[in-house]
């Protein structure tokens, strides 16, 4: 049973590029949230993904969008990057049966703005 | 509004020593809590979690004991090891909206 994947690992972009990540959730899984992890901090809540409709959003800009496919896959796209987007980005995937409180975390995507 | 806060770290311990980490937290109605650990260099695992008032959860020798009362939820072991050094998360999710708000982490280093 595979579980959360997200691509790319790495990334290095520079300010006023535009990023896409992916994310494919656990399966049996069909809600995808997406958090943003500074270094040495706790995650921030960046949006969450049900039924292809963004759901929840936290506290960030127009310039952190997403999408959810059919397939419940999902990804987030930041544009026009700055320095301060440099961070490892988590997506996590969890089940409406399941629980959705419970959430199981990728190994994460990690963002260098330059 | 919603917070967690966790003990500052790092905190450093001889192996077999008795390890807590203390975790309160801030949230209106009866949220879910949990500790997640990332292990160097890992994305975020989930350790355990408890989803109502006195429930405990426990994993691979972790124990924690939702305290509504205190609005606590703080992390133990008997005897931790040197694999368990790692950064450890606690977080809460209000059941209206399953977003997780972290606290900021503590850093665990076992030390043989």
């Known amino acids: 049973d595979a579980g959360v994947t997200q691509s790319p690992t790495h990334l290095i972009k520079t300010r006023g590029q535009q990023v896409t990540l992916r994310c494919s959730p656990k399966?049996?899984?069909?809600?995808v949230s997406w958090y943003q992890q500074a270094l040495g901090q706790g995650p921030q809540f960046i949006f969450q993904?049900?039924?292809?409709?963004?759901?929840q959003r936290g506290n960030f800009p127009d310039r952190f969008s997403g999408h959810q496919f059919p397939n419940y896959s999902s990804e987030l796209n930041v544009n026009a990057l700055l320095l301060g987007d440099s961070a490892l980005y988590l997506c996590a995937s969890s089940s409406t049966t399941g629980g959705r409180e419970t959430q199981y975390f990728g190994p994460g995507t990690r963002l260098l703005v330059l | 509004g919603n917070s967690v806060t966790q003990m500052e770290g790092p905190v450093t311990l001889s192996e077999e020593a008795f390890l807590t980490i203390n975790c309160t937290y801030t949230a209106t109605g009866y949220p879910s809590l949990f500790w997640y650990v990332q292990y160097p260099g890992e994305g975020l695992q989930l350790l355990l979690k408890a989803t109502k008032a006195d429930d405990k959860g426990s994993n691979k020798g972790f124990e924690a004991t939702y305290r509504k009362e205190t609005t606590s939820f703080h992390l133990e072991k008997g005897s931790v090891q040197v694999s368990d050094s790692a950064v450890y998360f606690c977080?809460?999710?209000?059941?209206?909206?399953?977003?997780?708000?972290w606290g900021a982490g503590t850093k665990l280093i076992i030390k043989p």
């Open positions: 399966s049996g899984h069909d809600t």
């Open positions: 977080a809460l999710s209000r059941n209206s909206n399953y977003q997780l708000i």
């Open positions: 993904y049900y039924e292809e409709e963004e759901r």
